[in-house]
RNA sequence: GCCCCCAUCGUCUAGAGGACUAGGACAGCGGCCUUUCAAGCCGUCAACAGGGAUUCGAAUUCCCUUGGGGGCACCA
């Protein structure tokens, strides 16, 4: 008897022979009374029970034939979080075992997405581990002894069907109804005398025997038991013609020779899982823990693909996602702490992410929600993390007349004008531009203030310019002193007097608080701009 | 077509038979603050897919229906 995290019981019972019927499992583990649960979580407190709720070895494997989208990496991130919260082991495995659609640098961008959002890992690429190679393309020989040894014992067949025959054949079972799958013809062929196919083909593929009869079925720590009808899974590949394994194969093989004790995917791959139950029951290997995630749709409740698209991890990077806020967001997609926390630290989430918290619904990605939540962790951030942060999205998006490189110094002394305005780090630029450019081209028009005439507007810029230049020193205070008592002289209300100026000095009708403002413009800027616009709202016919 | 999974506000979620008049968050809306915009604070709108069954009692357990999703490659 071994206990699931979830308290749930499976009873796995291994046949000896491979082809008896696997057993349904009788873990009773399809949501079993609340009761029972307790008293198995009991169990699991009280006793030393066998499962290794401690030093989980857990794997995360992409494959590298494009770059990583928030599913991916929501997966890399729970496997990582368990690694951590189990004081287990987080393992990184390429599953280069596609030589045809290998995207070349996408290896790169994967570690470096992990790298960007602190997932550090124990054993993997650049790393090494007792384990390695961590690469499938360079693990070959393990799988191919595997596929060998299945034949061997009669449990794979080489299919010597050209790739032309089995597509004409799925079309004919498509076109008529019926589910696609191979046909099984060279299933009996004597693997000791060539082939009477074997002309057809040259380089044949294995393929695993499964049982005609029967079901397989194995326990999933989220949902209980799972089951599919042995009928219903085809003879699939699981070598190659060019030699390399298939995922099956390769990620079975893997998984046992890493040890890994449990494989947490996305749900996409539940009905593979038989199969991959089935390699381990004909390899004679102990099967790990699965715990298929629920999947993270795109808008419109589908698989997340490149036509939602931001979904590459390393745009959110581009777009002036923090890495923290990323984490933040991405462990709610499936997973909660409790009922009103949505805030959490790592060093929180390492403590308290268990599998029993994962949910099993399908998540919508919500990007409202994560700009929200970016920019409640800009706010955290100290000055001079937001500048360190800000200044390449400053450097590469300020306008080219902005000279460059920028003065750090005088960057300090904006941002805190936008620090809790900006959602995000690429909308910064954008945000403080008028601080930096030599000129700020607007509509002459905007300098009318509400409820005014252009005489009326150019009258206050004339009066507020006398006003500053003999506004001595330049600061918040004295602005204040000078320029509230002026609106009331003027027989006009703060923020009529106010808008009018916050256009002159910056170009915009939305903008930073206007005395901060100015006093980082500094005098001589704002006494000039003012001027720029007393002379354009002159010239201003509308 | 066949197989599998899932089902609480628009979205992310809490919910372990009585604590539910169903809680939180984002978004929306309204207000306060206020020189604009934010931020902050307050308030408001908004959900147990439907039907049976079990039970004194069901969002919660079971069944059916419906809906959604995923899978069915010499891809992973």
Known sequence: ???????????????????????????????????SRTGLNQAINNKGDNMPKKNARVRYAPSPTGYPHVGNIRTALFNWLFAR???????????????ARTVSGAEDVILESLRWLGLDWDEGPGKGGAYGPYRQSERLEYYQKAARQ????????????????????????????????????????????????????PHPVIRFKTPIEGSTAFCDELRGEVAFENRSIDDFIILKADGFPTYHLASVVDDHLMQISHIMRAEEWISSAPKHVLLYGALGYQPPRFAHLPMILGPDRSKLSKRHGAVSITQYREEGYLPQAMV???????????????????????????????????????????DWMNGVYIRSLSLDDLVRQAMPFLEKYL?????????????????????ERAKTLREIPQLVDFFFTPDIGYEAGLLIGKKMDRQMSLNALEVTLDHLEKLEPFT?????????????????????????????????????????TMVVLGKVKCLQRIKQAISSLSAYTC
């Open 1 to 35: 008897m071994v206990l699931t995290s979830a308290g749930r019981a499976c009873m796995i019972k291994w046949p000896l022979q491979w082809w008896s019927n696997y057993p349904r499992l009788s873990c009773g583990c399809r949501k079993p009374p609340r009761a």
């Open 85 to 99: 919260h189990t004081g287990g082991s987080f393992i990184v495995r390429i599953e280069d075992t596609d030589t």
């Open 150 to 201: 299945l034949v061997e014992q009669g449990n794979a067949y080489y299919c010597y069907c050209a790739p032309e025959r089995l597509e004409e054949m799925r079309s004919g079972q498509i076109a008529n109804k019926q589910p696609p799958g191979y046909d099984r013809r060279c299933r009996e062929l004597d693997p000791h005398k060539k082939s009477g196919f074997s002309g057809e083909c």
């Open 328 to 370: 933040n967001f991405l462990a709610l997609l499936g997973w909660s702490l409790d009922d009103k926390t949505d805030i959490i630290s790592l060093q929180t989430l390492v403590e308290s992410f268990t599998l029993e918290r994962i949910g099993k619904t399908a998540a919508v990605f919500n990007r409202e929600k994560l």
């Open 399 to 419: 306008p080219d007349s902005v000279e460059r490189p920028l003065d750090e110094g005088y960057v300090k002394k904006v941002m805190p004008l936008i620090h």
């Open 476 to 516: 918040h205070d004295t602005l204040e002193q000078s320029l509230r008592p002026l609106a009331e002289e003027l027989e006009l209300k703060a923020g009529q007097l106010f808008g009018i100026i916050r256009v002159a000095v910056t170009g915009l009708t939305v903008a930073p608080p206007l005395f901060e």
